[in-house]
């Protein structure tokens, strides 16, 4: 079975902190994708790659960095983490092009205090 | 722009209640139309894609249609454990093909 993993479920972190969120998948999927989900506000794609070591700002950028240097492995990082950047955070990943759709992996509940 | 727009926000049923769920969606060229599935606390399962007008895919009890306009999720004597949020998305099919997704339904299936 196709799998997207995240690696924690569950974070809480300090205001201030710098956050790493990694994501790996083992579908040899070209495109990786960073989202944040907040209720009422839907899915918001924060940046994607379509390859190694390349990556795209989606519509949310802000506060966020990414870094792929290896096909299967995507990170997001929060370079110095706030508390309005409590969400639950979804990696996803794809073939080029999507014609398939995503691969969700479970979600990263973080909460900044 | 290209947007997709689902309804209802919230669908409260009674079991064996059947209803549909919309999707639809305002997109230059549609290359596809996807649904997923998002319990509590977890990411979104695929459910189905549609790529043209007039198909249709069923898993049990869901049903997906797809118009030119728009998808309904039909769901057919659900049980609580339909319960959950329904996410559609559409791709254009552009160079690689961000979906754009739509804010889902939330679904409550009532014993």
């Known amino acids: 079975d196709v799998k997207v993993t995240q690696s924690s479920r569950y974070l809480v972190k300090r205001t201030g902190e710098k956050v790493f969120l990694e994501c790996v998948q083992d579908?040899?999927?070209?495109?990786m994708f960073w989202y944040r989900q907040d209720p009422g506000l839907g899915l918001r794609l924060i940046y994607f790659s379509y390859d190694v070591k390349m990556k795209e700002k989606g519509d949310i950028p802000e506060g966020y960095s990414v870094s792929r240097e290896k096909k299967e492995r995507f990170s997001l990082i929060l370079e110095s983490a706030s508390t309005n950047q409590t969400s639950m955070y979804l990696c996803a990943s794809s073939s080029s092009p999507a014609g398939s759709g995503y691969t969700f992996g479970s979600g990263t509940r973080l909460t900044v205090v | 722009e290209d947007q997709v727009t689902q309804s209802p926000e919230a669908l409260r049923l009674q079991e064996g209640e059947s209803s549909s769920l919309n999707c639809s969606y305002t997109?230059?060229?549609?290359?596809?139309l996807f649904w997923y599935r998002q319990d509590p606390g977890k990411g979104p399962e695929f459910l189905f894609t549609?790529?043209?007008a007039g198909e249709e895919k069923e898993k049990e009890r869901l049903k997906a249609t797809l118009t030119k306009k728009e998808s309904f999720l039909h769901i057919t004597a659900p049980k609580p454990e339909d319960s959950a949020t329904y996410l559609c998305a559409v791709w254009d099919g552009g160079s690689q093909g961000n979906l754009i997704f739509g804010k889902g339904t939330k679904l409550s299936v009532k014993p």
């Open positions: 997109v230059s060229g549609l290359r596809g």
């Open positions: 579908m040899d999927h070209e495109n």
């Open positions: 549609l790529y043209s």
